[in-house]
C-alpha cells in the first residue's frame, strides 16, 4: 500500500479533521487552503480593512493579522465591523504573541482563529549560570501553562472558533531548547504539549504549524509532527510555510521546496507563502504551487516545450500571446509546441494543442487530434475559435 501510495500520480492527503475558520474549513475535504498576513498597522483600522479587502479579493481565503496589545484587539473588533458594512465577512486569524492572553480573550470575540506561540506562552528563562532545569521546576512552569492557557480554550471552544499552535524554529522556550535544542524534535514537542493540554480539554479545533527559514528544517519537523500526531491519535490540520522566506525568485522557490516537497507527499492543509513583498504577491505564488502539485486547479495549466533548434516561431512570443488570450479560461490544458517532433506525444493529455508544422505553418490539436492547420500568424485567433466551437470559451 505505501508503494502504490508512492507511485499514485494522484496525491494522497493525511487524514485531517477538519477545522473552521469562520465559514472556511481546513483539513478533512476542503481543498489546501490559501491564506497570507496583512503588514498594516492593527490600530490603523481603515488601512488594515483595506489591505483585508485587497488580500480577499485577489483569492487569500482566511487573513491574519497581528494583535500586539489590549487597544489592538480592540481595533480588531472596529476592523471586521469595517469589513463587513463596506465590503464582506473575511475570515480573521488574530496573531498573539509574549505572554497575551488578555489580549488573546478580547481579540477571540472578533475573530475566527488565534494564533499562540508556545514558545513565547510563558517566560521560563532560569538563572543564566544554569543549562538545564530541574524536573520540579519543569513540574511548576508546566502548571503555569495549563493555568495560563485554559481560559483562552475555554473561550475558543464556548465560541466555536479556533486556534492555530504555531510553532517558530527561531523562538522555542528555553526549557524546550535546554531538553532538545533548536532541533525539530523540540519544535514538535513544543506544539504536543499544547495538543495534549487541548485534548484534556475536549477543545479540537486546532491547527498546527512548524515553520523555519530553512526548507530542510522545516520539511523535518513537519514530517515528525505528522508521524507523531498520527502515532498518537491526533488529527489535525497542518498549516504550511517557510518563514521568512525572503523576496524574488528565490523566495518563491525556497517556499514552493518547503511547502511543494510536503503537500506531494499529502502533508498540508493550509499554506501561506511568505515574501518580503506586499502579501498581495503570495497568493499567486501559493495557488501555483496548488495547481503544480495537482491539489487545486485555478488557472489554464500551460504547456510548452523550452524550444530548440527544430522550433519553427518564436515560441516565447507565441505562448505570450496564447496567453494573453486565454488565461482567463481557468480548468483548460492548453500546450504550445515548436514542432511536431516531440509535441504532439508530449501534449497528450492537453485540451488544446498549439504546434509547428513546417515554416509559417501551424497545426491546432483537440486533445490527440489534429483539426485543423492555419497560417502562423491565424493560429492565436483559429484557437480562440476552436474552443468557442467546442462551447468551452467564456468571454474575459
Ligand atoms: Fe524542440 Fe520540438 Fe521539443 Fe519544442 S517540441 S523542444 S521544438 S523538439
Redesign the pocket.
Known amino acids: 500500500n505505501n508503494l502504490s501510495q508512492r507511485y499514485s500520480t494522484r496525491i494522497i492527503r493525511r487524514d485531517t479533521r477538519p477545522v473552521m475558520v469562520g465559514d472556511i474549513g481546513i483539513g478533512g475535504d476542503n481543498p489546501v487552503r490559501v491564506q497570507s498576513m496583512i503588514n498594516e498597522d492593527t490600530m490603523d483600522i481603515e488601512g488594515s480593512t483595506a489591505a483585508i479587502r485587497r488580500l480577499h479579493e485577489v483569492g487569500c481565503e482566511i487573513v491574519r493579522l497581528t494583535v500586539p496589545t489590549l487597544a489592538s484587539a480592540k481595533a480588531v473588533g472596529e476592523i471586521k465591523k469595517l469589513l463587513a458594512s463596506t465590503y464582506q465577512p473575511v475570515p480573521l486569524v488574530a496573531d498573539v504573541h509574549h505572554n497575551g492572553m488578555k489580549i488573546a480573550l478580547e481579540v477571540a470575540k472578533h475573530v475566527d482563529k488565534v494564533r499562540i506561540n508556545p514558545g513565547l506562552f510563558v517566560f521560563e528563562k532560569p538563572d543564566p549560570n544554569r543549562t538545564e532545569f530541574t524536573k520540579d521546576e519543569i513540574d511548576v512552569i508546566k502548571e503555569k501553562i495549563i493555568q495560563k492557557f485554559k481560559p483562552i480554550v475555554n473561550t475558543l471552544k464556548e465560541q466555536n472558533k479556533a486556534l492555530r499552535i504555531g510553532v517558530n524554529h527561531g523562538s522555542l522556550s528555553e526549557r524546550m531548547l535546554f531538553a532538545y535544542g533548536d532541533t525539530p524534535f523540540g519544535m514538535v514537542e513544543s506544539a504536543m504539549e499544547f495538543i495534549r493540554i487541548c485534548h484534556s480539554l475536549d477543545f479540537h479545533n486546532i491547527v498546527i504549524s512548524m515553520k523555519a527559514s530553512r526548507a530542510p528544517v522545516m520539511l523535518a519537523a513537519y514530517r515528525m509532527m505528522a508521524d507523531t500526531m498520527d502515532k498518537e491519535g491526533f488529527n489535525y490540520p497542518l498549516h504550511l510555510g517557510v518563514t521568512e522566506a525572503g523576496d524574488g525568485d528565490y523566495g518563491r522557490i525556497k517556499s514552493t521546496v518547503g511547502i511543494g516537497t510536503l503537500l506531494s507527499e499529502g502533508i498540508g492543509d493550509t499554506i501561506r507563502v511568505s515574501l518580503t513583498e506586499a502579501p498581495e504577491k503570495e497568493i499567486p505564488v501559493a495557488y501555483s504551487i496548488l495547481q503544480a502539485v495537482g491539489l487545486r486547479k485555478t488557472m489554464v495549466e500551460y504547456i510548452s516545450?523550452?524550444?530548440?533548434?527544430?522550433?519553427?516561431f518564436n515560441?516565447e512570443e507565441v505562448v505570450a500571446r496564447v496567453r494573453d488570450a486565454t488565461q482567463h479560461l481557468t480548468g483548460l490544458d492548453i500546450a504550445v509546441?515548436?514542432?511536431?517532433?516531440?509535441?504532439p506525444g508530449?501534449m497528450a493529455d492537453a485540451d488544446y494543442g498549439y504546434?509547428?508544422k513546417g515554416v509559417g505553418t501551424i497545426a491546432l490539436y483537440r486533445n490527440r487530434d489534429e483539426i485543423k492547420r492555419v497560417p502562423e500568424d491565424e493560429g492565436v485567433q483559429a484557437l480562440v475559435d476552436l474552443i468557442k466551437e467546442d462551447g468551452k470559451w467564456v468571454d474575459p
Open positions: 516545450c523550452p524550444s530548440c533548434g527544430r522550433t519553427l515560441l509546441m515548436g514542432c511536431i517532433v516531440n509535441g508530449e504546434v509547428g
